[in-house]
């Protein structure tokens, strides 16, 4: 069974640092992107960035550039999203998401995992 | 950017009723055009891709159609459990990925 499945709420305040994670099992993970997507609160959906973690190819948003990393290690299976410096206005609900098709950064997206909530004040 | 509008923003509807909602692109996406239902508190899921195809495991209630710019989605018969938030999303031009900003379906 596919699943993605990401690191617990955060609690933070402004400056601080914070890396979260979205963890892959049941398929293939080095040959899946792997999307990173906000939620606002009470907003819609945003998409920030996407990583092969089969080579760490990385694309951004251009809205997002600069403002957040995206990484992975593939010898855990695992993807990440960083922050260097918080701001109140990066509290949100963040999901990772999974591309159908094997090798294509493009969506669909047939998998999600659960989100991870970031509160920064 | 290829930018997404969904109308209406939200829709009141009843148990049995047959609503559809648009998505309309700034430009021509031909097919490259999907669709998630949100519930609250929880992930997106994936219920049409390539705009008319149903991913499996959705129910048949469920379509979608539509190219070029103008798509529709279409609920036949509204059950309870599809009360929630429905966006649409382009994969023609990435990126950047762009969604819909979301249709709201409440119960009237």
């Known amino acids: 069974e596919v699943q993605l499945v990401q690191s617990g709420a955060e609690a933070k305040k402004p400056g601080e640092p914070l890396k979260i994670s979205c963890k892959g099992s049941g398929y293939s993970f080095n040959n899946y992107w792997i999307a990173w997507v906000r939620q606002m609160p009470g907003k819609g959906l945003e998409w920030m960035g996407i990583i092969y973690p089969g080579d760490s190819d990385t694309r951004y948003s251009p809205s997002f550039q600069g403002q957040v990393s995206i990484s992975a290690d593939k010898s855990i299976s695992t993807a990440y999203l960083q922050w260097s410096s918080l701001q109140a206005s990066d509290t949100a609900m963040y999901f990772c998401?999974?591309?159908?098709?094997?090798?294509?950064?493009?969506?669909?997206?047939?998998?999600w995992g659960q989100g991870t909530l970031v509160t920064v004040s | 950017d290829i930018q997404m509008t969904q109308s209406p923003s939200s829709l009141s509807a009843s148990v049995g009723d047959r609503v559809s909602i648009t998505c309309r692109a700034s430009r021509s996406i031909s097919t490259y055009l999907h669709w998630y239902q949100q519930k609250p508190g929880k992930a997106p899921k994936l219920l049409i891709y390539a705009a008319s195809i149903l991913q499996s495991g959705v129910p048949s209630r469920f379509s979608g159609s539509g190219s070029g710019t103008d798509f529709t989605l279409t609920i036949s018969s509204l059950q309870p459990e599809d009360f929630a938030t429905y966006y649409c999303q382009q994969s023609y031009s990435t990126p950047p990925i762009t969604f819909g900003q979301g249709t709201r379906l409440e119960i009237k």
């Open positions: 998401a999974r591309p159908s098709v094997l090798y294509s950064s493009d969506p669909p997206f047939d998998y």
